[in-house]
């Protein structure tokens, strides 16, 4: 058996935190700890060096985006804390600010993704494990937004579908799992999908996401 | 005994009293000529003559060659200058009256041309101030005259007098005032003397005492002009503090607006999101049906269940927060509710002929639930009454306890945004909120708010 991967939980919501933690252990990860605020979450990190942190936005002491600055202030101390941002709503704003320093071990997911256990607890395996981590909310709002629209509209709705499970960090062998067809055709969609964007292929999940979120932002 | 001794000392200290006033007043008299008042006063005569002077030649001439131009669009715009400029020699006034007067007028609102040449156009021919500076320059430079007149007749007066005997034979002349207040030929009456010479420097000296008084009365009229035309006027002022209130109100709604988004996110969103968790988890375990751990899945669902009447509990106290579903029966009814909802016993007096508009019961209703909240949590009271009564177009809400006193607005209030937040929306409707809670108490506190906002 594998090592169990170790997590830090930073929510105010003390019911929120608690039923948190039960789940994460049911399903064999070791939480090293449960904190209400950033600086708590500063101080656990530092001592026990988790694999990843789920960490909300809101915190106190202002409830704005403390939790935000407390991740990427950790991620430039830690190399190799994943870090998985929680929130009740999604802000593109911060998944951008988030992705800046590069998207290998981070996520960004709304609440509600929890009550999906499994596909909750994969998540948070990916980002533990260097992976990214997007919640379809904020590629759904990216591609609302970008201005890119004419470049989308070329895209055949399958490859709109590809495209969206590749932002949200999907590996190939996921998203043909998702859409029930072979992990060849999946490469076939994303190759085609970066002809018709004009990016040049990356090999790395992570990467491929950021050169997506870019171009949709941009 | 008592009796007979108390009228002596009522003496005594009246005529103490008396004392010490007409001592205050003769300092003051004898002291008059020579203090820095006086002379600042003067200097204010003349500098300000001559600011008017000045201001009235600049008005009229530009004001006469506007009319002469009326027909056309530069006509206009010359008379514009003229109240543009008549505004900046408002401006002027008031640094005297601050610097040598320490009169302290307020400055009317700055002038905020809208963009464009008939933006500006506009505006300036509207300015209140500009005209009401014009009207005070047309009734300054007569004051000034006026003023001038009286100040330098008594004073040069009481000095010629004054003079007189160091001139020996020397004849003051009767000058301004002074055939005014005395006889005419008061000063040449009898043949050059001894007593006569002692006369003129009588009236000298009483001329020199009674100067300054004179130039008070002159620059007491002009405060006066000043307060009335060059300060804000009563329309600006008012609505200046209309803006305040509406500003208050935008504010205390848009917080009302960010506590109930943070109840809601901090209470009912966190306890759904657990639940659905619980029922994922549970869902999840029940889908391997050769595994399943019926105490684990039970759990779950009994811990989800709870959530959930949590859940309906808390939505509920915040609806009932945002608009108390009492209140659609009356006020009467929501403030009995309240009284009977209390932990203490808590009577309630309610005469209103009129019904409040909706905003006003709503305001008096959790203006009573904080303050019997309050009650409740600091006063150590066992008994508490609300009355609720009209006086004339006001509702005048007072909510008493027996308890130990010492409330405080800031302390008041079961939360940091409860009563503070309620000051705030009832002086938005012209309002008041006052609380008496001596040490020992009993609180009183009454709210006054109009029947109609």
Not at chain 2, 62 to 69: E, I, K, L
Not at chain 2, 175 to 185: I, S
Not at chain 2, 266 to 294: C, F, S
Request: net charge neutral; proline share 5%; glycine share 8%.
């Amino acid at each position: 058996m594998t090592t169990p991967i170790r997590v830090v939980i930073a929510e105010d919501s003390a019911i929120l935190r608690d039923g948190l933690g039960q789940l994460l252990v049911d399903r064999g990860f070791v939480v090293t700890d449960a904190v209400s605020d950033p600086e708590a979450l500063r101080r656990s990190v530092e001592r026990d060096c988790p694999d990843v942190a789920i960490v909300d936005i809101r915190m106190p002491p202002r409830f704005t985006d403390e939790g935000l600055r407390a991740a990427i202030d950790l991620r430039r101390r830690h190399q190799g804390l994943g870090i998985l941002l929680f929130s009740q709503y999604i802000e593109t704003r911060y998944a951008a600010e988030l992705l800046a320093d590069g998207a290998a071990g981070i996520g960004y997911l709304l609440k509600d993704r929890v009550a999906d256990v499994s596909e909750f607890v994969e998540a948070l395996t990916r980002v533990a494990s260097g992976g990214t981590a997007l919640d379809p909310e904020v590629v759904t709002q990216l591609l609302g937004a970008s201005r890119r629209l004419g470049t989308i509209t070329v895209l055949s709705a399958r490859e709109k579908e590809v495209l969206s499970l590749m932002a949200e960090g999907r590996s190939n062998a996921a998203i043909a799992s998702e859409l029930v067809i072979s992990e060849g055709t999946v490469e076939k969609h994303v190759a085609s999908i970066f002809t018709k964007f004009d990016l040049p292929e990356s090999q790395s999940d992570h990467r491929r996401v950021l050169a997506v979120l870019r171009f949709l932002d941009s | 005994m008592r009796i007979r001794v108390w009228p002596t000392e009522m003496m005594i200290v009246v005529s103490e009293e008396l004392e010490t006033r007409v001592r205050a007043v003769s300092h003051k008299v004898l002291r008059a000529p020579f203090t820095r008042r006086t002379w600042s006063e003067l200097w204010f005569l003349v500098t300000g003559s001559a600011l008017a002077a000045v201001g009235l030649a600049f008005v009229a001439l530009t004001m006469a060659a506007g009319v002469v131009f009326a027909i056309t669009f530069f006509g206009l715009a010359v008379i514009g200058l003229s109240l543009r400029g008549a505004r900046g020699i408002g401006g002027f006034q008031r640094q005297l009256a601050r610097g040598l007067l320490d009169e302290q007028i307020d400055d009317p609102d700055p002038f905020v041309p809208r963009p464009g040449f008939l933006g500006w156009l506009q505006t300036v021919l509207r300015d209140r101030t500009g005209w009401r500076s014009v009207a005070y320059i047309a009734v300054k430079v007569p004051l000034a005259i006026l003023g001038i007149l009286t100040a330098f007749s008594v004073w040069f007066d009481a000095f010629t007098c004054l003079i007189t005997p160091l001139g020996g034979g020397y004849q003051p002349k009767e000058f301004g005032l002074v055939p005014v207040l005395f006889p005419p030929g008061y000063l040449s009456i009898g043949s050059p003397g001894w007593l006569h010479g002692m006369a003129i420097v009588c009236t000298g000296v009483i001329l020199l005492f009674a100067a300054p008084w004179a130039v008070r009365l002159v620059v007491f009229i002009d405060r006066r002009l000043m307060r009335a035309l060059l300060g804000p006027d009563a329309v600006a002022v008012r609505v200046r503090s209309l803006e305040h209130a509406r500003a208050q109100t935008v504010d205390a709604s848009a917080a009302t607006l960010r506590r109930i988004e943070r109840d809601l996110h901090d209470g009912t969103q966190a306890q759904l999101v657990t639940l659905a968790m619980r029922l994922g988890l549970a869902k999840e375990k029940l889908a391997d049906p050769d595994h399943i751990d019926l105490d684990q899945v039970s759990k779950l669902v009994n811990d989800a269940h709870r959530g959930a009447k949590e859940a309906i509990i808390e939505l509920r106290d915040l609806a009932r927060g945002i608009h108390p579903p009492a209140l659609d029966i009356g006020l009467e009814g929501a403030l009995a509710t309240l009284a009977a909802r209390s932990t203490i016993r808590t009577d309630l007096t309610f005469a209103l002929k009129d019904r409040p508009t909706p905003a006003i019961e709503t305001i008096a209703y959790f203006c009573v639930a904080e303050l019997l909240a309050n009650v409740a949590q600091h006063a150590k009271a066992s008994r508490a009454s609300i009355t609720c009564a009209q006086y004339g177009r006001w509702l005048r809400l007072v909510v008493r306890d027996d308890g130990i006193g010492g409330a405080q607005l800031s302390k008041v209030g079961s939360s940091s945004s409860g009563l503070t937040g309620l000051t705030d929306r009832v002086h938005a409707v012209d309002g008041r909120l006052e609380i008496v809670s001596p040490p020992r108490g009993p609180t009183v506190v009454t709210v006054d708010l109009p029947l109609h906002a």
